[in-house]
């Protein structure tokens, strides 16, 4: 039999990012998206309410959510806003690596640091010339004696300005490339990182993305994170496990549109009734539901499988993104619609989710780029 109930502890995490969501996030959400600013504050309030860092492992200062449970907070932060739930969320992406490849004293140090400072991570794998294509990565970290000199340039890096340590990929042989790809933890306040101001952009503006300059950087050699040429598993694991995530803050911005739209939908009236009397606008409202829950079991789905170890979570991983991106691209345009010029106007944040969900099908991969992970998964 399949089960869909959630369990106690599920059921009290969606509870606590809902009402962290109602509280700090909705009231700030519009404020973010005009000033571009990393919304420290509520980082702040998520480090104070035990949010932060979720499927970190306890022992470490984390929740330890397992990545159903991930799933489950990823979601209340996109109902919320995008943007500042990236700004949460991108933690996990930058210290997966170390989850996966970092050994016991690195884990105690890094996490503790994180934890401790109640700071954040950058994840930074994407280069000028890398970016579907990882393997077209450039930076090299060569070692010498107990360092590695770092150089390189990286763009597009989610939290980079605000960053106590970023998760950095180079090569440590150029001449081997991508199979020398390799991981690093490069603290920020080292001599040769020039973080540059952050991009403007069309969403998720809550959530900051800089280019950085690595220059002759010497990073210790106890900062690889597990050995040489390993880089190119731990980014592609990472993956596998944060695409769930981006699902998640899908599902949640779609929700988010979609009730707001419904609501609208029930309340205005035109022609001497609901417009949600009208079949036209009724059916949308069915396709946008219907959307919603097809994209959030998907999303459990792929969760569900990499707990279990099952086979290929990274093909449903990627379903699970591209799918419910998708999804959240088409709710979030359609609730525009059901709204009028008043989606249209900035007042309802309609117009706002729709910028956001744009976005969730580009980064950590685009749709296009999943659609090559699920083929070479299938045909396997
Ligand atoms: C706001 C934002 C936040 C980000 N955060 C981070 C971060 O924290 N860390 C990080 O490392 N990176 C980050 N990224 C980078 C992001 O992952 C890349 O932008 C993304 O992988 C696409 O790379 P690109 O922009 O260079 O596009 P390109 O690779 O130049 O792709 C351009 C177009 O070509 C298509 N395309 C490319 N190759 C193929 C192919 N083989 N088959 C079919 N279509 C293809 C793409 O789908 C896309 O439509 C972020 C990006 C943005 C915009």
């Known amino acids: 039999m399949i089960d869909f109930s959630l369990t106690k502890d599920d059921l009290e995490i969606i509870e606590n990012y809902k009402n962290f969501t109602q509280e700090h996030i909705i009231p700030n959400a519009a404020k973010y998206d005009v000033s571009t600013e990393f919304p420290w504050p509520i980082v702040k309030e998520a480090y104070k309410a035990g949010l932060m860092n979720g499927p970190i492992p306890k022992k470490f200062g984390g ?64 280069e000028p010339n890398a970016g579907s294509d990882v393997a077209g990565i450039k930076s090299t970290a060569i070692k010498k004696g107990d360092k590695y000199i770092l150089n390189g340039h990286k763009r597009f890096i989610t939290n980079a300005e605000v960053a106590k340590f970023h998760t950095v990929f180079a090569l440590t042989d150029p001449s081997r490339g991508a199979r020398s790809l390799s991981a690093f933890v490069v603290p920020v306040d080292l001599p040769g990182v020039e973080i540059k101001p952050h991009l403007q952009k069309m969403g998720q503006r809550a959530s900051v993305q800089n280019e950085i300059i690595y220059t002759d950087v010497e990073v210790p050699a106890e900062n690889l994170l597990g050995s040489e040429g390993y880089g190119f598993p731990i980014a592609m694991k990472t993956f596998d496990r944060t695409r769930t995530g981006v699902a998640a803050l899908s599902v949640g911005v779609a929700r988010a549109a979609f009730e707001t739209s419904r609501d609208w939908a029930k309340n205005r009236i035109q022609f001497g009734k609901p417009i949600a009397a009208n079949q036209a606008i009724g059916f949308m409202l069915a396709d946008m539901a219907t959307e919603i829950e097809l994209a959030r079991l998907i999303t459990w789905k792929a969760a569900w499988y990499y707990e279990q170890g099952l086979k290929t979570p990274g093909t449903l991983s990627a379903m699970a993104k591209m799918y419910a991106s998708d999804a959240a691209m088409r709710v979030t345009t359609d609730a525009v619609q059901v709204m009028g010029g008043d989606g249209y106007s900035t007042e309802f944040g309609v117009e706002k989710m729709m910028r956001d969900a744009k976005l969730c099908q580009i980064y950590e991969g685009t749709n296009q780029v999943q659609r090559v992970v699920i083929s070479k998964g299938i045909l396997k």
């Not at 959510?65 to 489950?72: D, E, K, T, V």
């Not at 140090?109 to 991570?121: D, L």
């Open 63 to 126: 929740n330890g959510y397992n990545i159903f449970q991930s799933c489950l907070s990823s979601e209340e932060l996109g109902a919320g806003c995008v943007g500042i739930g990236i700004s949460i969320d991108a933690n996990t992406l930058a210290l997966t690596p170390l989850l996966l490849a970092a050994n016991a004293d690195q884990q105690k140090r890094f996490f503790g640091e994180i934890n401790e400072q109640q700071a954040v991570a950058a994840y930074c794998l994407t």
